[in-house]
């Protein structure tokens, strides 16, 4: 069986608290300061050449958050249905064509996202700020009419030609800029819209907030805007790409210390993007305190309280210790073993044959008889699998499967022809780093010697609906 996948991805503190709840509560009594962050910026995302090219778009229905905290690889639940209250919200973005390149249509396209994520009430219902102010979005058609952008709110030529050229998005105080040449499918495009109107929304509200703290939650809402219209093998898989390359930068102990000041990030300096590590950090504050816990925060910081108090209020412990809880976290991840993963599969009644499976590193094919159906399949380790359908003979590989790659082969009993000619092998591959499984591709390999290969994992009636780890003790996996 050949392979060919083409993609690898490499407290009571009663006091403290009595004492920012009156500092809150006094301050309250006042006119507030008119908050402005500044510049926020969407950085030039390592993950954006992760990303699979074509996005499978997915349904109509809303995530929104639950208040009693979190659950893994979201914000909360779902709804479906826009209320009078949320195109009242949507009226007041207010996007445009900038520049050559931009067009009615990518306006048109940037509404729909809008609309199907409902991205002003998801940001304010999960982090309990309004949104104020209208808000500006200016969709760019490329690098010069995005650097001609950036110079007209005041930056430099230098930052407006460098930011150009590796930021995904710009905000500053309730103008958003994107590059459209750096967000090329609905999937970019959705995430750098709620990322983006997280960082506007913050502007609107709050005077101050530590880089890696706004930089977190942007993230982590970018993230929740992007899993709403994407294909959820296609979204998980991206999810722990991002997250095994910080797992990976701290198990070479070059994981650096979360940065207030987002002059780091600015700097371009850093062998890694923080963004990635402020989302972890964000992510495990929700897992541990629950969504509720950064509301608080947020609202002490909105009535302008002591930054370093609130957070012992908010989440019982000083930031230090909670960045050396972080870092302990990320290198017992990178140290954690490989347990395998378990799929999910649904297998149409048209595909007759066999499903087969090569662990990362094994030279036996372990396979499955396909019937028709939905079932989880679990491959262990050492490449056994346990499941419902009937096991086949394995199958020994003289071209062993590498050290990175889980290999599942589909075996048709008669022949497959793709757009009229014969294929020879096809399968999908899942990358694997750190015990952590994700989907790289689909491979077709035909007669005629060429290979074609899908981002979305479906082939021939059979899909590939989900994937989750055996090992429940690795802390990444909690997190995603």
Same mark, same amino acid.
């Given at each position: 069986?050949?392979?060919?996948?083409?993609?690898?991805?490499?407290?009571?503190?009663?006091?403290?608290?009595?004492?920012?709840?009156?500092?809150?509560?006094?301050?309250?009594?006042?006119?507030?300061?008119?908050?402005?962050?500044?510049?926020?910026?969407?950085?030039?995302?390592?993950?954006?050449?992760?990303?699979?090219?074509?996005?499978?778009?997915?349904?109509?229905?809303?995530?929104?958050?639950?208040?009693?905290?979190?659950?893994?690889?979201?914000?909360?639940?779902?709804?479906?249905?826009?209320?009078?209250?949320?195109?009242?919200?949507?009226?007041?973005?207010?996007?445009?064509?900038?520049?050559?390149?931009?067009?009615?249509?990518?306006?048109?396209?940037?509404?729909?996202?809008?609309?199907?994520?409902?991205?002003?009430?998801?940001?304010?219902?999960?982090?309990?700020?309004?949104?104020?102010?209208?808000?500006?979005?200016?969709?760019?058609?490329?690098?010069?009419?995005?650097?001609?952008?950036?110079?007209?709110?005041?930056?430099?030529?230098?930052?407006?030609?460098?930011?150009?050229?590796?930021?995904?998005?710009?905000?500053?105080?309730?103008?958003?800029?994107?590059?459209?040449?750096?967000?090329?499918?609905?999937?970019?495009?959705?995430?750098?819209?709620?990322?983006?109107?997280?960082?506007?929304?913050?502007?609107?509200?709050?005077?101050?907030?530590?880089?890696?703290?706004?930089?977190?939650?942007?993230?982590?809402?970018?993230?929740?805007?992007?899993?709403?219209?994407?294909?959820?093998?296609?979204?998980?898989?991206?999810?722990?790409? !991002?997250?095994?390359?910080?797992?990976? &930068? @701290?198990?070479?102990?070059?994981?650096? #210390?979360?940065? +207030?000041?987002?002059?780091? /990030?600015?700097?371009?300096?850093?062998?890694?993007?923080?963004?990635?590590?402020?989302?972890?950090?964000?992510?495990?504050?929700?897992?541990?305190?629950?969504?509720?816990?950064?509301?608080?925060?947020?609202?002490?910081?909105?009535?302008?309280?002591?930054?370093?108090?609130?957070?012992?209020?908010?989440?019982?412990?000083?930031?230090?210790?909670?960045?050396?809880?972080?870092?302990?976290?990320?290198?017992?991840?990178?140290?954690?073993?490989?347990?395998?993963?378990?799929?999910?599969?649904?297998?149409?009644?048209?595909?007759?044959?066999?499903?087969?499976?090569?662990?990362?590193?094994?030279?036996?094919?372990?396979?499955?008889?396909?019937?028709?159906?939905?079932?989880?399949?679990?491959?262990?380790?050492?490449?056994? !699998?346990?499941?419902?359908?009937?096991? &086949? @003979?394995?199958?020994?590989?003289?071209? #062993?499967?590498? +050290?990175?790659?889980?290999? /599942?082969?589909?075996?048709?009993?008669?022949?497959?022809?793709?757009?009229?000619?014969?294929?020879?092998?096809?399968?999908?591959?899942?990358?694997?780093?750190?015990?952590?499984?994700?989907?790289?591709?689909?491979?077709?390999?035909?007669?005629?010697?060429?290979?074609?290969?899908?981002?979305?994992?479906?082939?021939?009636?059979?899909?590939?609906?989900?994937?989750?780890?055996?090992?429940?003790?690795?802390?990444?996996?909690?997190?995603?």
């Amino acid at each position: 069986m050949k392979k060919s996948p083409d993609k690898v991805f490499h407290l009571s503190i009663a006091i403290i608290a009595i004492f920012v709840t009156l500092v809150s509560l006094l301050s309250m009594i006042y006119e507030r300061i008119p908050p402005s962050l500044g510049q926020i910026l969407s950085v030039s995302r390592v993950w954006s050449a992760l990303h699979a090219n074509t996005p499978w778009l997915g349904g109509t229905a809303q995530t929104l958050v639950n208040r009693s905290g979190d659950v893994p690889g979201g914000v909360g639940t779902t709804k479906t249905e826009t209320t009078r209250a949320d195109q009242a919200l949507l009226e007041k973005v207010n996007v445009k064509a900038v520049g050559k390149g931009a067009t009615a249509e990518d306006v048109a396209n940037a509404k729909r996202l809008l609309k199907q994520i409902n991205t002003p009430e998801l940001i304010q219902n999960t982090v309990q700020l309004p949104l104020k102010q209208p808000i500006t979005i200016e969709l760019i058609g490329n690098t010069s009419a995005y650097a001609s952008a950036l110079k007209s709110l005041g930056l430099n030529p230098s930052e407006a030609a460098g930011l150009s050229m590796d930021t995904g998005g710009f905000t500053q105080n309730s103008t958003i800029l994107i590059p459209l040449s750096q967000n090329k499918d609905n999937a970019d495009l959705a995430n750098t819209l709620t990322h983006e109107m997280t960082h506007a929304i913050f502007n609107q509200n709050i005077s101050y907030l530590p880089s890696w703290i706004n930089e977190g939650i942007a993230v982590t809402m970018g993230m929740t805007g992007q899993k709403v219209v994407e294909n959820a093998t296609v979204y998980a898989a991206y999810e722990r790409q !991002l997250a095994e390359s910080i797992v990976d &930068v @701290a198990g070479q102990n070059q994981l650096q #210390p979360l940065a +207030d000041d987002e002059s780091v /990030i600015l700097s371009g300096k850093t062998s890694y993007d923080y963004e990635l590590q402020d989302w972890l950090a964000v992510r495990d504050l929700i897992f541990e305190h629950g969504v509720a816990a950064i509301d608080r925060y947020l609202s002490l910081m909105s009535h302008h309280a002591d930054e370093s108090q609130a957070f012992i209020v908010a989440f019982g412990e000083k930031e230090d210790v909670f960045n050396q809880h972080l870092t302990h976290l990320l290198k017992t991840a990178a140290a954690s073993t490989d347990e395998g993963a378990t799929f999910g599969l649904t297998i149409g009644s048209q595909f007759k044959g066999s499903i087969d499976f090569l662990q990362h590193g094994k030279t036996e094919w372990e396979g499955v008889e396909a019937k028709a159906g939905s079932y989880q399949i679990t491959v262990q380790q050492d490449g056994r !699998l346990e499941g419902a359908l009937p096991a &086949v @003979a394995p199958i020994t590989d003289v071209d #062993p499967s590498d +050290d990175n790659t889980l290999y /599942i082969s589909l075996t048709p009993k008669g022949a497959l022809t793709w757009q009229g000619t014969k294929v020879t092998d096809c399968g999908f591959a899942f990358d694997v780093h750190d015990g952590l499984y994700s989907f790289a591709d689909a491979w077709v390999s035909l007669a005629n010697g060429q290979t074609v290969y899908q981002s979305t994992p479906t082939l021939f009636g059979v899909t590939i609906t989900s994937e989750s780890e055996v090992n429940s003790n690795d802390p990444i996996v909690k997190l995603l």
